[in-house]
């Protein structure tokens, strides 16, 4: 295996729907809490430099990208997959590190947030520095939230009014804000 994990660059736009349909598959096994993505959605995150890609050689094995919202005062972390034939060696932790560092490094004064069903993905935010919050801490930004709209638990965050749904909301500190309390010590 020779894994390389790296920001998306020209070119990447061809893995797109397979990674359309990596998400569509997963959230069939799962049955639980995962959004699907359209390939042009796909797209316009690799095109803005806006994710982070695994291969192995050419072979697409990861992904995660970032989106802002609130003019861009929370930016979150969303769409962390891993290939089944890849899970269990840290890659999803190794991407996942990389998608908060590039959410930090271009947007230091936001803080990185997302939500998840996924007990991996919960262990994974809290060794970044994510601490579980609810909903009411998160963007109230409805673009965030219309992405959950093919969820098949979108039923249950709308009957809550957006403050309450089957994933754990969580969010760490920008990176300037966490500068300033290390300046502070």
Known sequence: MNILIRKTQPGDEKYAPLLSDMYH?????????????SVAYIKT????????IAL?????????????????????????????????????KAIKREVFNLARDKYPDARVFGITTSPVVMNINISLGYRPAPFSDLTEDDLFWNG??????????????????????????????????????
């Open 45 to 52: 995150k690799m095109e803005n430099e806006n994710a982070i």
């Open 56 to 92: 192995d050689d050419d072979r697409l094995v990861g992904f995660c990208y970032i989106e802002t919202f609130t003019n861009a005062s929370y930016v979150s972390n969303s769409g962390l997959i891993v290939d089944q034939e890849y899970r269990g060696q840290g890659l999803a």
């Open 25 to 37: 598959e997963s959230a069939k096994v799962r049955k639980t809490g995962i959004a699907t993505r």
């Open 148 to 185: 959950c709209k093919t969820c098949i638990n979108y039923d249950v965050l709308m009957r809550n009014d957006k403050r309450l749904c089957l994933c754990t909301g969580m969010i760490a500190a920008s990176k300037n804000s966490q500068n300033k309390k290390s300046d502070e010590k």
